[in-house]
Structures are given as structure tokens and as C-alpha cells.
């Protein structure tokens, strides 16, 4: 089992910047990649970006890439999502979730982000 706890959203105005925290507790060793993931109201949930625990391999969703950043501390178990040049369309709830190599087995609860324009 792995446990995922997310922080760090909040309202901010257009432009502005949050930076998200993902930390993972439990059998960790089994994650192999994290994943950022959001869900607006009515809208289906979509892939941010991810990050292996491994080297420094990162993939971005075109709607974020260039604005989002994702990075991790290995030693806190803990993987960030610095977001910049946020838009209203940004707004949603922000999930991190684990994949040991398959799909995304685990899910933190989610924190909001909503961004006023």
C-alpha cells in the first residue's frame, strides 16, 4: 500500500504561482512513477504531468507545459507541482497518484486550486 497526501492549493489570481506537494508514505519501493492529475466541475480528469522516482524523467500535458513544473525530493518521499502563469482554466482538483509500472494503483484525496481571473 502506498498513501499519498496532498497540500499546497489555494486561490490565486491569474498569473499568479502555487506550488503543490505530493508525500508518500507506506511501501513506497512499489511506486515507480507519480502522476499529477485535475478534474474541473464537469469535466473529466485529466494527466498534468509525471515523474519517475528514478532519474529525472518528466512528461507534461501540452496545457501546462512550459508553466508547470514537476520535481521531487527523494529523500522526503515527496514529489512538488510548481505551477506558473496560472489561468482561471486551471481551476480543478489536483490529484497525485502512484503507478508501480501499470496504471495509477494510488490516490491522494486532492486539493483545490482555483485560480480567479
Known amino acids: 500500500q502506498v498513501q499519498l497526501v496532498e497540500s499546497g492549493g489555494g486561490l490565486v489570481q491569474a498569473g499568479g504561482s502555487l506550488r503543490l506537494s505530493c508525500a508518500a508514505s507506506g511501501r513506497t519501493y512499489n511506486s515507480y512513477q507519480i502522476g499529477w492529475f485535475r478534474q474541473a466541475p464537469g469535466k473529466e480528469r485529466e494527466f498534468v504531468g509525471s515523474i519517475f522516482w528514478s532519474g529525472d524523467r518528466s512528461y507534461y500535458a501540452d496545457s501546462v507545459k512550459g508553466r508547470f513544473t514537476i520535481s521531487k525530493d527523494n529523500a522526503k518521499n515527496t514529489v512538488y507541482l510548481q505551477m506558473n502563469s496560472l489561468k482561471p482554466e486551471d481551476t480543478a482538483v489536483y490529484y497525485c497518484?502512484?503507478?508501480?509500472?501499470?496504471?495509477?494503483?494510488?490516490w491522494g484525496q486532492g486539493t483545490q486550486v482555483t485560480v480567479s481571473s
Open positions: 497518484a502512484a503507478s508501480s509500472g501499470g496504471s495509477y494503483g494510488y
